[in-house]
Every structure is written in structure tokens, then in C-alpha cells.
């Protein structure tokens, strides 16, 4: 729905992995700058479960899960080698460099570490996600 310009399209957002903590930093952050919607999943299975059932404009994803300590790369290594998925965008939330390297060579885009919440290159990453 376009009305005067504005998109009114509300965005949604998929967290991986964050524990509760992390999770209401990052919805507050992206709800509160770009009014879009934010869905959690605890688990691979959880997360694929749900990019199947809905579309999401973003998938941010932690480099260890919460859970289960399992691996967030290898997380986007199973959305990216899915057919019906791979074409979803996907950050690593890290503040490792060689972990963002990683998710970026296997089809993430860039992301951002949990330090960097409130660093304007932040905004700059996921605007042309969400915004």
C-alpha cells in the first residue's frame, strides 16, 4: 500500500539465536528506528521453520546461539544452500571481523556486532533492509 509516497509496508525481521537480553536491545533498536516487526527464533530448525512459513526482509543472525551454543555460520550456510531461501537477505551479528568475513563469503551481507548497536554505521547497514 502506497499512500502520498510512503511506503506503509510493514518490514519483518527474523533474530536468531539471541538470548533475551540481546533480543530487546536489537527489537528496540529496529522497531523503534524503522517500525518494523521483529519474530524470534531460538534454533536452526526454529528459524527455518519459520522463513518457511512467512517472508522476511531481514535475518539477523547470532554467532553462537543462546540455546544451544550451536553455530550461527552454520545457520547461514543451511539458508543459503535452501532453494526456497537463498535469496533472503542475512547478517551475522558479531563483533568479530573474521566471523563477518566468513558469513559474507558463504551470502550474508555485512552485519554489525551487539558493541555497534548504537553506532550510526549501524542504521547505515540495515536501511536498505528495513528502511
Excluded at 528506528?33 to 522463513?51: I, N, P
Excluded at 558479531?94 to 542504521?123: D, I
Amino acid at each position: 500500500m502506497n499512500r502520498g509516497g510512503l511506503n506503509l509496508m510493514k518490514k519483518h525481521v527474523l533474530d536468531v539465536g539471541q538470548c533475551q537480553m540481546d533480543h530487546g536491545a536489537l527489537r528496540r533498536l529496529i522497531e523503534g528506528k524503522f517500525a518494523a516487526e521483529v519474530a524470534q527464533a531460538h534454533s536452526a530448525e526454529q528459524a527455518l521453520a519459520q522463513l518457511r512459513s512467512r517472508q522476511f526482509d531481514l535475518v539477523l543472525v547470532n554467532r553462537k546461539l543462546d540455546a544451544d551454543d550451536s553455530d550461527g555460520l552454520e545457520i547461514i550456510k543451511q539458508i543459503k544452500a535452501d532453494p526456497e531461501l537463498s535469496g533472503v537477505n542475512v547478517m551475522l551479528v558479531t563483533n568479530y571481523s573474521e566471523h563477518q568475513e566468513q558469513a559474507v563469503a558463504v551470502g550474508a551481507v555485512p552485519g554489525f556486532g551487539k558493541s555497534e548497536l548504537t553506532a550510526p554505521a549501524t542504521l547505515e547497514r540495515l536501511k536498505p533492509f528495513l528502511a
